[in-house]
């Protein structure tokens, strides 16, 4: 919304060329220098984010822990004609798939499958070369570090379908759907791994690679 807005030059653009002990916001991305809030958005402004690698780990170790039961228990039950089986995932995948729903599967798979494990995956990743201090591809690092930042509410997209599908199947007659309790675990996954993503603080990878240890 921020960039939006500076390009229709409707707020202050940024300040970004060589300004000494420059500080870009967490919030609105504003690149300013000496002073405690934001000179646009107001949010408080600091050098590093407090604590960020223990509560980014804790926060992943939980995501993934909660992984488990979101792949293993049931995320919805459909029964027609009064028949009908709990659905997992994977085997909710292999039912769009059986009915001939090729792009409704894959938008399943992508973002209940795919992105949760890329986000845990990339994190750790970014994790464990920060402990070692580690030099090695920093742009695409920090950029990888975007791109999970940015595409992890996504994943939400299965948690709305298992609610509209249960409203659009609730007004039909044949057939009743009701959520499972992998919904809740699923949520869980997708809620941590969100803040894990926004308690990492990419500037750590960089200083960690300038000192060579750990910050
Ligand atoms: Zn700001």
Redesign the pocket.
Known sequence: M?EELEQRGLTAGPNRAGVPHAIG?D????VSHGSRT?P????TLRQRKTNSLNRTWALLLAAALLYIPANILPVMTVISLGRGQPDTILTGVEQLVRSGLWPLALLVFFASITVPVLKLVGLVTMLIATHRGSAARLRERTLLYRIVDSVGRWSMIDVFMVSILTAIVRMGLIASIYPGPGVIAFSGVVILTMLAAMSFDPRLMWDAARTGKKP
């Open positions: 921020w916001c919030s609105c991305g504003l934001c646009r958005c107001g949010y």
